[in-house]
C-alpha cells in the first residue's frame, strides 16, 4: 500500500476508523473510515515496514502515537532514519510489554535526535518480532508520525 504522499508500507494491514469494533475498523483509530493506520505485523518471515519517500527539510524530532488493536502482548518497532547526503544512520526503539486485554489505549513515544539532520531523509518503522514467531503476532498500530 502506498499513502497518497509517498508512504510505502509492507507486510500491513490498514486499519480505519468507525462507531464500532468491526475488523478492519476501532473507534481508537477515528470516527470513520476516512482516517487510516498501518498496523505492523511482527511475523518472522515477513515483519511489517512503513518506509518514508525521500524528506527534505532536516529532522530533529519525531512522535508517534500507537496502539494495540490485539491481545497481542509484546510490541518492539525500529525506527531508521538515514540521512541521503551522508549516509549517517541513526535508530530508535519503541518497546512495550503490556497485558493481553488492554487494547485501544493510545501510547505516545518521542524521539529527539541527538545530532539533528540537516538534509534530505528517509525515515523506515520495522517491527523488530519480539515473540520470534512465525504467525501474526507483536502487532503495532502506528496511528499518528509527526516528524519536524
Not at 486485554?101 to 519480539?130: A, M, R
Request: glycine share 6%; with cysteine.
Amino acid at each position: 500500500y502506498t499513502t497518497a504522499s509517498g508512504w510505502v508500507t509492507k507486510n500491513a494491514a490498514i486499519q480505519v476508523g468507525g462507531s464500532a469494533v468491526i475488523n478492519p475498523a476501532y473507534p481508537v483509530i477515528g470516527p470513520d473510515n476516512t482516517h487510516k493506520a498501518v498496523c505492523l505485523n511482527g511475523k518472522t518471515s515477513a515483519p511489517g515496514t512503513l518506509t518514508s519517500p525521500t524528506l527534505t527539510g532536516g529532522l530533529e524530532e519525531i512522535n508517534v502515537d500507537y496502539t494495540k488493536i490485539f491481545t497481542d502482548t509484546k510490541l518492539s518497532v525500529t525506527i531508521t532514519v538515514t540521512e541521503l547526503a551522508t549516509g549517517n544512520v541513526y535508530t530508535h526503539t519503541i518497546a512495550a510489554e503490556l497485558p493481553k486485554d488492554e487494547k485501544y489505549v493510545i501510547y505516545s513515544d518521542s524521539w529527539k535526535l541527538e545530532t539533528p539532520v540537516t538534509g534530505d531523509y528517509t525515515i523506515v518503522f520495522k517491527n523488530d518480532c519480539p515473540s520470534n514467531s512465525t504467525s501474526n503476532k507483536d502487532r503495532m498500530t502506528l496511528l499518528k508520525v509527526e516528524y519536524k
